[in-house]
């Protein structure tokens, strides 16, 4: 019988808005495209065409579902859109950033089954299709300024723009990026949302089920109670059902005969002897509702409707007064039988008699002191056993209702999109009605936000695009910035911050680069860009709560790239940059912060490279400006080149304030990118063979390969150098400043030769013990101070058990050794070839390991720790 909880309907499945959130947000997690589960886009890179023609490159937020009330085959959806446009010539202008949200209304649209290839499969799958009419955006658009600032289009325009955006993405919902169809089992084609506010848990959607099997039957129009009472799903069970399974037990009972004897002693007054019989006429059963008080448990009452009789009667002495026929002493008699039906805590249903029978016994006829009480007491017992005997099979009727196999339909189909999604029941309410089953989700767990930045294709600033939070939105782009220099020597620039909320990309104008690479007419230079330094991003917004459903605040771990030059050199030359902070410069002087490798792995990253080695020093502006002159003179314009001058290790901290001021000016003026540093080491004048023995600068070429091809022992002309880079420079890409990464990842596992004489390698792999450290070190400033720290730590969270220091003699070995008592042990990287093969890139850097060997972290003093893409 319809009632208000389940409809027309046996029972009902309702499953929350926020559980559908939780399941969007695993779509929008899985990324996209994926080989095998259903995704939604996090990303995108397209071609428009149309009125508007161009690229586009768009962030997509995870989708937030509203359910329409009383809806059978369509929601609505919104998600945040944040997109760059790039016009081609001739297009007319759209927008260059547009930022705002999409908002459109899928319904489920059947598949002909004559299409090809879905004969026979159409009606098992469900597919979503927008309404072309229902998209809408509602947002911002900027056009970028020749400084790149955003310019905000008038209120009129805005509106106009909102029509042209809103009629592309419809165009692509509808096309590119339209829900491919889904399988699902056929229980789940039909529903009905049920909406009773715009709160997280005021909707959901229901679906019609049969707990008997077969096709539920009834009207979706019936359903129109939401009693999720805050839990991610609930299943409701019409109290008919309940009853009829009780009911169809006690069936059997009907025309159930029992006898007795009643016998009656008078001693020497007479006895009573009767033979008497009752039979079960009827049986009803009825549902109660919830136990009074608070408790939790539903109560159920069966009824007994029976008659009794007497075969014979044998009576004597006081008894035998009065005329008296067996049809005198006829009875009727009612049973009432109460049952608590209760959820245990293990997911099941339990049914057990409450109390003992209540016998009604109607009874009007003679010797009624000995009749009713007999008959009450062995109608009782009669009946006690009649309700046990049935107990059992009707409480496996029940308690079939919270079975978890009642959920492997749901469970099955929506693993299909989150292979990670479990259901259980927790808990029954008990209403008048029926029952209702209470259950939790579980989704999986979010990943962390995935920050990723790359310089521009145009090369004048930094784009975020691929940067995103599973399972959620970006709301702001945090960008700071700072540059690394050498110990005298200012940077380009000063450090900085930016936020930027409608746009994925940190840029600064630029007007164009010379033949060499060298960036001209720069305004507000970045570190990546135009030196050397560190540019970090750090990404804030909203995702769904994997438990709760609620979209919750998230903020990401800075990711930071450090930016410097690569050179082709052979492996065992190694060159080194040392890297200074001006941020923390001490009366002009700015410390020294670590050490890094430049070598390119690849030729391809390397360009061409013109050295004036100064040595202690020696500094020629004569030579330096025929030098200037000759690269102005050089006609080639395929081959980028990079001038390297060159002080002798330690001489920048003591040159004159004068032999600076040349060397600035120099790079001030060259065609070509400068970089200024000393030679750590002293391996670049071994590479070029150069020493401190000259007057003045000494000059070297070196092509992309590193091979020295150039080395003139005397002085030159501008047009002998034009000449010479005209002959000799190899087409290479220009001067750029590259992410200088460890080669190491974290959540690899760590396999240096850690071999101590007499002993095997040290075990990296610890079960069992806590995390260990491995210190990769060389013998500057920066390596000494982080040495010294480790030193001093008396109770640290992981254990040193290694530092390899590289260029250190045997007394630098032990005096380090000594500061650790001899309980962690140094080793030697005489060419820097141990830290290489680990993929250290700077000195000092402490790699973190966990009991399993595997890398946790890399920390330097110039760069942030790393950690890996995991689940929160």
């Known amino acids: 019988m319809a009632n208000r909880l389940t409809g027309d309907f046996d029972a009902i499945l309702e499953v929350s808005d926020a559980t559908l959130d939780r399941l969007a947000a695993a779509m929008h997690q899985n990324g996209f495209p994926h080989p095998t589960l259903p995704s939604l886009p996090h990303v995108i890179h397209l071609r428009l065409v149309g009125d508007e023609h161009g690229s586009v490159a768009a962030q997509v937020g995870c989708p937030h579902i509203t359910l329409i009330d009383g809806a059978t085959d369509r929601i609505k959806v919104e998600f945040g859109f944040r997109a760059r446009f790039r016009a081609d010539p001739g297009s007319p202008p759209l927008a260059d950033i547009i930022h705002g949200t999409v908002r459109a209304t899928y319904r489920i649209q059947k598949i002909d089954p004559t299409c090809v290839g879905w004969r026979g499969i159409a009606d098992d799958y469900v597919w979503l299709r927008v309404m072309h009419g229902s998209v809408s955006f509602e947002g911002t658009a900027y056009n970028e300024t020749r400084s790149f600032q955003l310019d905000r289009l008038a209120d009129q325009d805005q509106a106009s723009l909102n029509t042209r955006i809103t009629k592309h993405l419809a165009a692509l919902l509808v096309h590119a990026f339209a829900p491919r169809p889904h399988r699902i089992p056929r229980q789940f084609r039909r529903f009905r949302s049920v909406a009773t506010g715009p709160w997280p848990g005021g909707s959901g959607v229901a679906f019609p089920v049969s707990i008997g099997g077969g096709e539920p039957t009834g009207a979706l129009a019936s359903i129109d109670e939401l009693f999720l009472d805050g839990h991610d799903f609930a299943v409701a069970i019409n109290s008919d059902l309940i009853v009829g399974?009780?009911?169809?037990?006690?069936?059997?009972?009907?025309?159930?005969?029992?006898?007795?004897?009643?016998?009656?002693?008078?001693?020497?007054?007479?006895?009573?002897?009767?033979?008497?019989?009752?039979?079960?006429?009827?049986?009803?059963?009825?549902?109660?509702?919830?136990?009074?008080?608070?408790?939790?448990?539903?109560?159920?009452?069966?009824?007994?409707?029976?008659?009794?009789?007497?075969?014979?009667?044998?009576?004597?002495?006081?008894?035998?007064?009065?005329?008296?026929?067996?049809?005198?002493?006829?009875?009727?008699?009612?049973?009432?039988?109460?049952?608590?039906?209760?959820?245990?805590?293990?997911?099941?249903?339990?049914?057990?008699?409450?109390?003992?029978?209540?016998?009604?016994?109607?009874?009007?006829?003679?010797?009624?002191?000995?009749?009713?009480?007999?008959?009450?007491?062995?109608?009782?017992?009669?009946?006690?056993?009649?309700?046990?005997?049935?107990?059992?099979?009707?409480?496996?009727a029940v308690a079939s209702y919270a079975d978890a196999g009642k959920l492997a339909d749901l469970v099955g189909a929506l693993r299909t999109v989150d292979p990670s999604f479990g259901a259980r029941f927790d808990r029954a309410s008990y209403r008048p009605e029926g029952i209702v089953l209470h259950g939790t989700v579980t989704t999986a767990s979010r990943w962390s936000p995935h920050v990723e930045f790359a310089k521009t294709e145009t090369g004048d600033g930094f784009d975020a695009v691929e940067s995103w939070i599973p399972g959620g939105r970006v709301d702001s782009f945090e960008w700071s910035w700072r540059w690394y220099s050498n110990p005298v020597v200012a940077p380009p620039?000063?450090?900085?911050?930016?936020?930027?909320?409608?746009?994925?990309?940190?840029?600064?104008?630029?007007?164009?680069?010379?033949?060499?690479?060298?960036?001209?007419?720069?305004?507000?230079?970045?570190?990546?860009?135009?030196?050397?330094?560190?540019?970090?991003?750090?990404?804030?917004?909203?995702?769904?709560?994997?438990?709760?459903?609620?979209?919750?605040?998230?903020?990401?771990?800075?990711?930071?790239?450090?930016?410097?030059?690569?050179?082709?050199?052979?492996?065992?030359?190694?060159?080194?940059?040392?890297?200074?902070?001006?941020?923390?410069?001490?009366?002009?002087?700015?410390?020294?912060?670590?050490?890094?490798?430049?070598?390119?792995?690849?030729?391809?990253?390397?360009?061409?490279?013109?050295?004036?080695?100064?040595?202690?020093?020696?500094?020629?502006?004569e030579a330096a400006?025929?030098?200037?002159?000759?690269?102005?003179?050089?006609?080639?314009?395929?081959?980028?080149?990079?001038?390297?001058?060159?002080?002798?290790?330690?001489?920048?901290?003591?040159?004159?304030?004068?032999?600076?001021?040349?060397?600035?000016?120099?790079?001030?003026?060259?065609?070509?990118?400068?970089?200024?540093?000393?030679?750590?080491?002293?391996?670049?004048?071994?590479?070029?063979?150069?020493?401190?023995?000259?007057?003045?600068?000494?000059?070297?070429?070196?092509?992309?390969?590193?091979?020295?091809?150039?080395?003139?022992?005397?002085?030159?002309?501008?047009?002998?150098?034009?000449?010479?880079?005209?002959?000799?420079?190899?087409?290479?890409?220009?001067p750029d400043l590259v992410d200088i990464r460890p080669g190491l990842a974290v959540g690899s596992r760590f396999v240096p030769d850690l071999s101590i004489e007499r002993c095997p390698p040290i075990p990296l792999n610890r079960s069992g013990f806590r995390p260990t450290r491995v210190l990769f070190a060389d013998t500057g400033v920066a390596s000494k101070r982080a040495i010294d720290g480790l030193a001093r730590q008396t109770t640290p969270d992981q254990e040193l058990i290694a530092i390899l220091v590289r260029d250190a003699s045997d007394d630098d070995l032990s005096a380090i050794a000594a500061m650790f008592d001899g309980n962690v042990p140094v080793f030697p990287d005489p060419d820097g070839t141990a830290t290489f093969r680990a993929g250290i890139r700077w000195?000092?850097?402490?790699?973190?390991?966990?009991?399993?060997?595997?890398?946790?972290e890399i920390v330097t003093d110039a760069a942030p720790t790393r950690r890996p893409d995991s689940t929160d």
């Open 245 to 396: 399974a009780i009911a169809s037990e006690l069936e059997a009972v009907a025309g159930d005969q029992r006898d007795f004897h009643i016998h009656g002693d008078a001693g020497y007054g007479g006895g009573l002897e009767i033979d008497y019989h009752v039979r079960v006429d009827s049986t009803a059963v009825q549902w109660i509702g919830a136990a009074p008080f608070g408790m939790q448990m539903g109560i159920i009452r069966i009824t007994l409707n029976g008659h009794g009789w007497a075969s014979r009667l044998y009576r004597s002495g006081v008894f035998n007064i009065g005329s008296v026929s067996l049809d005198d002493i006829a009875m009727t008699a009612s049973v009432e039988q109460y049952l608590a039906l209760q959820f245990d805590a293990p997911g099941q249903f339990s049914l057990r008699a409450v109390g003992g029978p209540i016998t009604n016994v109607h009874y009007t006829g003679p010797f009624a002191s000995h009749v009713v009480p007999e008959a009450q007491k062995r109608i009782s017992a009669q009946v006690q056993v009649i309700v046990n005997s049935k107990l059992g099979t009707a409480q496996s």
């Open 493 to 621: 620039g000063a450090p900085g911050t930016a936020t930027n909320k409608d746009t994925f990309q940190l840029r600064r104008p630029h007007d164009s680069r010379s033949k060499f690479g060298q960036m001209v007419g720069v305004e507000s230079p970045l570190p990546g860009l135009d030196g050397l330094g560190r540019v970090c991003l750090t990404i804030r917004g909203a995702r769904v709560d994997h438990v709760t459903g609620r979209w919750t605040a998230v903020e990401s771990l800075a990711e930071c790239a450090s930016f410097g030059y690569q050179f082709r050199l052979p492996i065992e030359t190694a060159p080194y940059l040392r890297v200074c902070d001006p941020l923390r410069a001490v009366e002009g002087v700015a410390p020294e912060v670590g050490v890094m490798r430049l070598s390119a792995a690849e030729a391809d990253r390397a360009s061409n490279t013109l050295i004036a080695y100064v040595g202690e020093h020696h500094w020629d502006p």
């Open 625 to 734: 400006a025929t030098v200037l002159a000759g690269l102005e003179h050089c006609q080639r314009r395929d081959a980028g080149l990079l001038v390297l001058v060159l002080f002798g290790e330690r001489a920048l901290e003591t040159s004159s304030a004068e032999t600076i001021a040349h060397v600035q000016r120099f790079a001030e003026s060259s065609s070509a990118p400068v970089l200024i540093t000393d030679d750590v080491g002293g391996r670049w004048a071994q590479h070029a063979g150069v020493g401190n023995s000259a007057a003045g600068p000494q000059w070297r070429l070196l092509d992309a390969g590193g091979v020295v091809r150039w080395a003139p022992e005397n002085r030159f002309s501008a047009d002998e150098l034009a000449r010479v880079l005209d002959r000799a420079l190899l087409p290479s890409a220009v």
């Open 843 to 856: 000195a000092p850097s402490i790699v973190g390991l966990n009991s399993g060997g595997h890398v946790t």
